[in-house]
């Protein structure tokens, strides 16, 4: 019994979705909305299969997936050692400080016209946006990580004869690590929503050209699929990270607490 009943408790976060989607699907049966704006989830389910056959959705799907990692690459490989920079070197900090707190408030969405000037409406323009609107939190996360790290650590290895270059990479940087990947983290969905954000704006490709394509001609189901499609990308993204995160940080107290 108490196996069956641990087995039922581990769908637990699935049932709220379970909830709504029933409620949902009757709402629409009911015509206490109105079916045409709002497609129960059985139709949607049929018009999925459909566009799933004929691979449309595949590759928007597709497309949306490549600029959003492909701008959070891009924005791991420039912030991290940036955020460790400003940590470690002061005329960097002195440098950088004041542009990281200016930029960060600013919606990155708005610079859109900018980048489209300067790069064009193909791919270029979307990854160096989204890469940019990522960058500020993966740079204040690596910065912080790294400058709180724990001062009798780096005072022991030094003691112990441990070299600058050796101290970054094997004692600082390893400690910081939870840090960053927290940051890292933080921005995968951020990654999503611009990709998405800027495809609207720009048509051709992906899941969000083919929600604004879909709702010019009013085809709710096609742009409901796309919000959903969207939503199971970056679910599964940020899933597959916290497998990643785990693996990682094997060393570390915040795995071996885990349950």
């Given at each position: 019994?108490?196996t069956?009943w641990?087995a039922?408790l581990s769908?637990?976060?699935?049932?709220s979705v379970?909830?709504?989607?029933l409620a949902?699907?009757?709402a629409?049966?009911?015509?206490?909305?109105?079916?045409?704006?709002l497609?129960?989830p059985?139709?949607?389910?049929q018009?999925?299969?459909?566009?799933?056959l004929?691979?449309s959705?595949?590759?928007?799907?597709a497309?949306?997936l490549?600029?959003?990692?492909?701008?959070?690459?891009l924005?791991?490989?420039?912030s991290v050692?940036?955020g460790?920079?400003?940590?470690?070197?002061?005329v960097v900090h002195w440098f950088?400080d004041?542009l990281?707190s200016?930029?960060?408030?600013?919606?990155?969405?708005a610079?859109?016209?900018i980048?489209?000037?300067?790069f064009?409406?193909?791919?270029?323009?979307?990854v160096?946006?989204?890469?940019?609107?990522c960058?500020?939190p993966?740079?204040?996360a690596?910065?912080?990580g790294?400058q709180n790290?724990?001062?009798?650590?780096?005072?022991?290895?030094l003691?112990l004869?441990?070299?600058p270059h050796r101290?970054?990479?094997?004692?600082?940087?390893?400690?910081?690590v939870?840090e960053?990947?927290?940051?890292?983290?933080?921005?995968l969905p951020?990654?999503?929503?611009?990709?998405?954000?800027?495809?609207?704006?720009?048509?051709?490709v992906?899941?969000?050209?083919?929600?604004m394509y879909a709702g010019?001609?009013?085809?709710?189901q096609t742009?409901?699929?796309?919000?959903?499609?969207?939503?199971l990308?970056g679910f599964?993204?940020?899933k597959?990270?916290?497998?990643?995160?785990?693996?990682?940080?094997?060393?570390?107290?915040?795995?071996?607490a885990?349950?």
């Amino acid at each position: 019994m108490s196996t069956r009943w641990n087995a039922i408790l581990s769908w637990r976060p699935a049932y709220s979705v379970l909830i709504l989607l029933l409620a949902w699907e009757a709402a629409s049966r009911l015509a206490l909305v109105n079916p045409y704006f709002l497609p129960p989830p059985s139709i949607l389910i049929q018009r999925a299969h459909h566009v799933l056959l004929d691979g449309s959705l595949l590759k928007h799907m597709a497309a949306t997936l490549w600029r959003a990692l492909a701008a959070l690459a891009l924005c791991v490989v420039v912030s991290v050692p940036l955020g460790v920079a400003m940590a470690r070197i002061r005329v960097v900090h002195w440098f950088f400080d004041p542009l990281i707190s200016l930029g960060f408030p600013v919606p990155k969405v708005a610079l859109w016209p900018i980048f489209v000037l300067w790069f064009g409406f193909h791919d270029q323009s979307k990854v160096l946006l989204t890469a940019l609107a990522c960058a500020f939190p993966v740079v204040s996360a690596t910065h912080l990580g790294t400058q709180n790290v724990d001062k009798f650590v780096v005072w022991s290895a030094l003691n112990l004869g441990t070299g600058p270059h050796r101290l970054l990479w094997k004692v600082v940087f390893r400690a910081a690590v939870p840090e960053i990947l927290t940051g890292i983290q933080t921005v995968l969905p951020i990654a999503f929503i611009v990709v998405v954000l800027t495809e609207m704006l720009s048509g051709g490709v992906g899941l969000g050209a083919m929600i604004m394509y879909a709702g010019r001609f009013a085809d709710m189901q096609t742009v409901l699929i796309g919000v959903i499609a969207a939503s199971l990308l970056g679910f599964g993204a940020i899933k597959l990270f916290e497998m990643m995160r785990y693996r990682l940080l094997i060393w570390h107290q915040e795995t071996s607490a885990a349950p």
